[in-house]
């Protein structure tokens, strides 16, 4: 499957810039070509990301739409669960989607949904072998204390994208589960 996914091009929606540079690692090792992915990241300070990544959804979802002609194309958008969770944030995706009369994915389409709750640093730290992480709390803090240093933090975020293809066994983390059958459904059709 990781050939096919070299001819796979796509976008991908994206809070922060640590969560873009951990997913730009992350499908590089999953198999896909760097030069045939897009990132669309929130802009730093001017307002709730969350927000933003929602706004711009419907719209990708009906680009990407409007292409099925084009073979290969995918959608990721990426939400923190932050404190109301994955279901709530992936039922907010789905009624962005309602509410400009847009239907719901199919199962046929490239579009995934992964969740890091409460952010992408908690996900880190599961990758990385924190055992004690849960989705209850914020863990921002401790990731930036421990990865302090830019190349430490690369060095973390290389490591953790090599963890989710290679761990067998997941953390107790919902999110990290349920995001990794997300990502599966890049490989559909």
Partial sequence: MPSDRKKLRGLILT???R?????NSLLIDLGFDRNRL?????PSGKGNAALWVRSQYPHEVRRLRSKNYQQGLFLITVR??????LKVRKADLDQALREVGLGGRSSKERIATPVPTWSIETWLLALLGDN??????TRKETFENRYRQNDEESE???DA??????KRKDSSLPSLSDSKSEMKKLDSK
């Fill in 132 to 137: 004690d992480v849960d989705e209850l709390s």
């Fill in 15 to 17: 809070e922060d810039r």
């Fill in 156 to 158: 973390a975020l290389l």
């Fill in 80 to 85: 923190d669960g932050d404190n109301v969770g």
């Fill in 19 to 23: 969560t873009q540079r951990f997913f």
């Fill in 38 to 42: 897009r990132f669309l990241t929130a």
């Fill in 161 to 166: 994208a090599q963890a989710w293809r290679h």
